[in-house]
C-alpha cells in the first residue's frame, strides 16, 4: 500500500506565514455553505484568513469601509468570493459596484454559485469577475473545489501591480 502524498497547496500553505496569506471575503447567505466552505478552507490553514458576509449590501460595506465595517483595519482582500443570489443586493450589483469603484475595480472577484444559467455567467463575465465556480452538489467535490479555489486565490495568484500601488495609496 502507498502512503498518501501531501497535495502541493497543503505543502504551499505549510512553508507560507500567515502575513502572505491573503485575506478572503466570502459572500454567502446560506449557513451550511459557509460552514462546509470554512471547513474545506481550514485544511489548507486558510480559514482564520477569512471573513463572512451574509448578503450583498453587508459585502459593499465591508469593502468600503462602511456601516458596522467603518474601524475594519486591514487592506482590501486578496479576493471575494461571491455567492450570485444574495438578500438586499445580489451578486451580480455587487460585482458591478466593485468594478465601477475605482478604489475597489482591481480586487479578483470569483462568484461561487448554484447557478448553471448562461445568461448569469455571460453577465458574470461581462461585468469583469475572474472567474465563475460552480458549486458542487456533492459534498466531496464540493470541498475539493473550494480547497483549489482558495488556495489559488489566496496563496498563488500573484496581485496586480497596480492594485499593490493602489493598496499602498490607501495606507498613506
Not at 463572512?52 to 453587508?58: F, S
Not at 444559467?117 to 455571460?122: F, G, L, N, Q
Not at 469583469?128 to 460552480?134: D, H, K, M, S
Request: with cysteine.
Amino acid at each position: 500500500m502507498r502512503e498518501a502524498q501531501p497535495s502541493l497547496s497543503a505543502e504551499l500553505t505549510r512553508e507560507i506565514s500567515m502575513e502572505e496569506i491573503k485575506r478572503i471575503l466570502f459572500c454567502e447567505d446560506d449557513p451550511k455553505d459557509v460552514e462546509l466552505t470554512l471547513v474545506a478552507l481550514a485544511e489548507y490553514n486558510l480559514a482564520n484568513n477569512v471573513d463572512v458576509v451574509r448578503d450583498g449590501q453587508e459585502a459593499l460595506e465591508y469593502l468600503r469601509h462602511q456601516g458596522s465595517f467603518e474601524m475594519r483595519g486591514g487592506t482590501h482582500p486578496g479576493v471575494v468570493l461571491l455567492d450570485l443570489k444574495m438578500p438586499k443586493i445580489d451578486g451580480l450589483e455587487v460585482l458591478r459596484q466593485v468594478r465601477g469603484d475605482d478604489e475597489l475595480k482591481m480586487i479578483p472577484v470569483v462568484m461561487l454559485t448554484s447557478s448553471r444559467e448562461e445568461r448569469d455567467i455571460v453577465e458574470s463575465y461581462k461585468l469583469g469577475v475572474n472567474a465563475y465556480v460552480v458549486k458542487p452538489v456533492d459534498f466531496h467535490q464540493f470541498v475539493e473545489a473550494i480547497r483549489q479555489v482558495g488556495s489559488f486565490w489566496a496563496i498563488i495568484n500573484q496581485p496586480s501591480p497596480i492594485r499593490a500601488e493602489i493598496i499602498k495609496a490607501t495606507q498613506s
